[in-house]
């Protein structure tokens, strides 16, 4: 597959840069939403270590969102604010399970969120995250390549962190290994939808931009497999994809709220910094 060096070459190819644009939308919004739940534990954490860490992380997962947003910007789809805030939720490509509320409650109002759920949702989504990333580092695209070496350098300790979580609470057993096993079959209904590339995943391939959805999917599996196994947890069925496929703009009220609270500073004042 022809190397795509920079913006202007994808742009002289119309069905490339189609597929490339809804491949950086994903990546984008999927951070992008992920790290909004996160930085919602901002002084709810269990301890005040993890209140740091878990904040870097978020952070540095909204500036992976931005590096794929400024990808978009070069390709012309906008200004990287307005493509963080200002879409509305019916063109937002992420996953429903990424949007999803941490539980009940919200950040100022009683909120009673639920750690398990948060701990098993960051640890698959980076888990899939990283596959992502060394595939996007044989990109066609050659600014995505960079992108994802770059970002590879922070998701390994993002990673880390949330492994040590999910293995070190399944240990625990009692109330805290049942915890997190409800957890992981909440996740594991809905995360087909991080798992699917959409209706443009074969042209994706096709184009060399990254792998095919069913390797990356058997990946993940055989990976999923080999973690359930060494922690004699009985194995996973296939994942499922209750609530909607985010890919085709499919989203829930979850998302509407969110977007109506981090998008309130740029909507009374577009030119604002995020």
Do not use: C
Not at 71 to 95: C, F, I, S, T, Y
Not at 253 to 259: G, K, T, V
Request: net charge negative; proline share 3%; charged share 25%.
């Amino acid at each position: 597959m022809e190397r795509i060096e920079n913006a202007q070459q994808a742009l002289q190819h119309k069905e490339y840069k189609e597929a490339l644009v809804e491949l950086l939308y994903q990546l984008a919004d999927d951070d992008f939403i992920i790290s909004f739940r996160g930085s919602e534990w901002l002084g709810l954490a269990p301890h005040i270590e993890e209140d740091v860490a878990f904040s870097s992380i978020s952070q540095n997962t909204m500036g992976h969102a931005f590096i794929y947003y400024q990808l978009l910007h070069d390709l012309g789809e906008g200004n990287v604010d307005d493509l963080a805030h200002g879409r509305p939720p019916q063109v937002r490509k992420n996953a429903i399970l990424l949007e999803e509320e941490n539980g009940t409650g919200t950040y100022l109002s009683e909120p009673r969120f639920d750690w398990a759920f948060t701990v098993v949702r960051h640890y698959f989504y980076e888990i899939f995250k990283k596959m992502k990333l060394e595939s996007l580092k044989n990109s066609s695209y050659v600014p995505l390549q960079h992108a994802a070496r770059n970002i590879l350098k922070e998701q390994h300790y993002h990673l880390m962190h949330w492994n040590t979580w999910f293995h070190q609470l399944i240990k625990a057993g009692g109330e805290a290994k049942t915890r997190m096993m409800k957890a992981v079959e909440q996740v594991w209904d809905d995360f087909l939808g991080v798992l699917t590339l959409g209706p443009m995943g074969e042209k994706m391939a096709r184009f060399g931009l990254i792998d095919k959805e069913e390797t990356l999917r058997e990946r993940f599996l055989i990976t999923m497999r080999e973690i359930f196994e060494a922690l004699e947890l009985n194995p996973l069925d296939e994942p499922k994809m209750k609530k909607g496929n985010g890919r085709a703009g499919e989203h829930t009220q979850a998302l509407i709220n969110a977007i109506s609270t981090f998008a309130e500073v740029y909507s009374l004042n577009p030119s604002a910094e995020w």
